[in-house]
């Protein structure tokens, strides 16, 4: 991705964010030199991934797979004594944007639709080796139990939402015709590096090439801080 694109979305999602009534913390609209001021209070940030998080998966097709993501809160998986024991991330997408398939070992998470469109997740269980399987899926939907067919669509209203368990695969975003989409995730704690298994050729992390200031920094890339 281009540093341009990477900061046009940011922009878009902002105002996204704020149309919903939807506001970050403070530090989610710092600039660089803010940033920079502040490096020596912002370990536990840097150390768990919160913030910007924008991403391609490595497709070099951001407006098909992609997304907006900003990791409100988090901890360690391995240190308790680090962040919070859980995870809230807010996934800002457009139409014609969705997730690459994926799933996880460690976390389960609750997918919510928070805003503004109609959210669709398809799923498939995976065997303990990861491979995808065509069962029928059961996942609770807020506290409801519902089985469904491997990849069937399921459709989530605002307000709404759907938890699943590691080793279900998915793939969700917007519902095409509905508009774009502002989608929650709450979760036990995350990390991006080792807990992402995907079923296409992705990466969880975007190669940037800079062709203009940055913005703001991204949650992988907090080194700048140092330059």
């Known amino acids: 991705m281009k540093r341009t694109e990477v900061n046009a979305a940011i922009v ?10 939807i506001r970050l913390p403070e530090y989610a609209y710092w600039d660089l030199d803010s940033w920079k001021a502040n490096r020596d209070k912002l370990g536990t940030i840097q150390h768990v991934m919160l913030g910007w998080d924008i ?9 098909e797979i992609g997304a907006v993501l900003y ?9 308790a004594s680090i962040g919070v024991p859980y995870c809230e ?15 996880h070992e460690f976390k389960t998470e609750d997918i919510i639709n928070r805003a503004n469109g109609v959210l669709a ?15 029928d899926v059961t996942v609770p ?3 409801i139990e519902r089985t469904f067919k491997a990849g069937e669509e399921i459709l989530i209203y605002p307000g709404n939402s759907i938890s699943l ?19 929650g995730e709450v979760s036990k704690v995350n990390d991006d590096n080792t807990d992402n298994y ?30």
């Open 12 to 21: 878009w999602a902002k105002e996204l964010l704020k149309k919903n009534n």
């Open 55 to 63: 991403t391609d998966f490595g497709t070099g097709k951001f407006s």
């Open 71 to 79: 990791t409100v809160r988090n901890g360690d998986m391995n240190d």
């Open 89 to 103: 991330k807010y996934i800002v997408m457009k139409e014609g944007q969705r997730l690459p398939k994926h799933y």
């Open 121 to 135: 997740v398809y799923l498939w269980n995976t065997d303990a080796e990861g491979n995808q399987l065509e069962t």
């Open 141 to 143: 939907m807020d506290g």
């Open 165 to 183: 368990k590691p080793h279900i695969a998915h793939i969700f975003g917007p519902k095409p015709g509905m508009g774009d989409l502002v989608v």
């Open 198 to 227: 995907f079923l296409e050729p992705t990466a969880r992390f975007a190669d940037i090439e800079e062709d203009e200031a940055i913005l703001h920094p991204l949650c992988n890339e907090y080194d700048v801080l140092n330059g």
